[in-house]
């Protein structure tokens, strides 16, 4: 066993009604027939893999895929018995939810569900080829929001090919009108070898120009509308008086903060100390080891001090709140460290500590690079 306590487990469903020319998550379009099976399997792997998980969880997150396109038989089974967690959140594509399928997360333990909305525009959601119209959006969310949903998440996608600032506003503001308690804005990335990039290769590469333009819109819409801009590309509304609760990502902080994660599910990725492993992205090579009672086919990757120093610098200068160099100077590069900080981009606000200012996490991945030994 290569350790035990972690907290943070991540769960694959891989079924969608389609696949958008964009993505290039492990997939696989309709299947109704495999539902049941894959869901067995997931659950095989979880009983193969529970010593390494603490008594209680931190969170459990189900992504894809779209989860809520699987069969409402295997997921409630699904649901039912995974372990019990803080923060249990479901991604859903709005033309999905119901209010049977609300119903279903709500009595399963569900607090926490994240909508992919990506845009309100219609014409930009036929070149992102997605199936909901904005009128899914607003259903979806009230419909969480009668079954007594408090904790909803909104996906929204920039930089897509023919979007112009003031379509990105106008998203902006419809998704600011629904009062999420979340919203994550991600710049689109379209990866080598999809037919997005293929297709729109030229768009894209005039979008990426303006992509600095377009997050400090986001930004300054979203913090002037009292949001939080606790992550580069992630925003919450801050604690209610009442309960104070935290409305962050919790799951997703566990991994910008560099805790331990177990991924369940075909292609899915766990990371245990210095130990990482990555699932088989075949479908049917997952489900024959585990119909088999074995563990899935594998890729293992023992991670150095090195890495994991860079990668804790990296995912760490996400977030708004200072990061703590103990242990992770020798993956710094001081005179770096030291230029930014005249250029105004760092700031150490005491000794030991350090965080990119409004200007650098703008900028972002370019600071951080540079900053890498």
């Not at 389609?18 to 997939?27: H, I, K, N, Q």
């Not at 909305?117 to 219609?122: C, D, E, K, V």
């Not at 992102?128 to 607003?138: C, I, N, S, T």
């Not at 991924?263 to 992205?281: D, F, H, I, Q, Y």
């Amino acid at each position: 066993m290569i350790g035990a306590g972690v907290t943070h487990l991540y769960v694959h469903l891989p079924f969608c009604s389609s696949r958008c020319g964009y993505c290039d998550f492990v997939t696989a379009v309709g299947r109704r027939g495999e539902h049941g099976r894959y869901a067995d399997g997931l659950l095989r792997e979880l009983e193969l893999e529970r010593d390494l998980l603490a008594p209680r969880l931190e969170t459990v997150y189900l992504g894809g895929g779209t989860p809520t396109f699987t069969d409402g038989g295997p997921l409630e089974r699904l649901l039912a018995a995974l372990p019990a967690a803080a923060e249990l959140t479901v991604e859903a594509n709005p033309e999905t939810v119901t209010p049977e399928l609300a119903a279903l997360l709500s009595r399963n333990g569900v607090n926490r569900v994240s909508i992919g909305a990506q845009t309100f525009n219609i014409a930009l959601l036929d070149v992102l080829e997605r199936r909901a119209g904005p009128e899914d959006v607003r259903r979806a969310v009230q419909t969480f929001r009668d079954a007594n949903f408090d904790n909803i998440s909104l996906d929204l996608l920039y930089g897509i090919p023919g979007q112009e600032p003031a379509a990105l506003q106008r998203d902006l503001e419809e998704a600011l009108a629904l009062e999420p308690e979340h919203l994550s804005c991600y710049e689109l990335e379209a990866k080598p070898g999809t037919r997005f990039a293929h297709t729109f290769g030229d768009e894209l590469a005039r979008q990426c120009e303006a992509m600095e333009g377009y997050c400090e819109q986001v930004v300054e819409t979203l913090t002037t509308a009292g949001y939080r801009w606790y992550e580069t590309a992630s925003f919450c509304r801050p604690p209610d008086r009442a309960s104070g609760r935290d409305l962050r990502a919790r799951h997703n902080l566990g991994y910008w903060l560099g805790h331990d994660y177990l991924g369940l599910g075909v292609g899915a990725v766990s990371t245990v100390g210095a130990e990482r492993w990555r699932n088989t992205p075949s479908l049917a090579g997952y489900l024959d080891a585990l119909g088999r009672g074995k563990r899935p086919p594998r890729e293992h990757e023992h991670l150095s001090a090195d890495t994991r120093a860079t990668e804790r610098l990296m995912l760490g200068l996400r977030l708004d709140e200072p990061l703590q160099l103990a242990g992770l100077r020798h993956a710094l590069d001081e005179h770096e460290l030291a230029r930014l900080g005249r250029l105004g981009l760092t700031t150490q606000p005491t000794p030991g500590m350090l965080t990119l200012t409004p200007r650098g996490r703008l900028l972002g991945g370019g600071v951080t690079a540079r900053l890498l030994a």
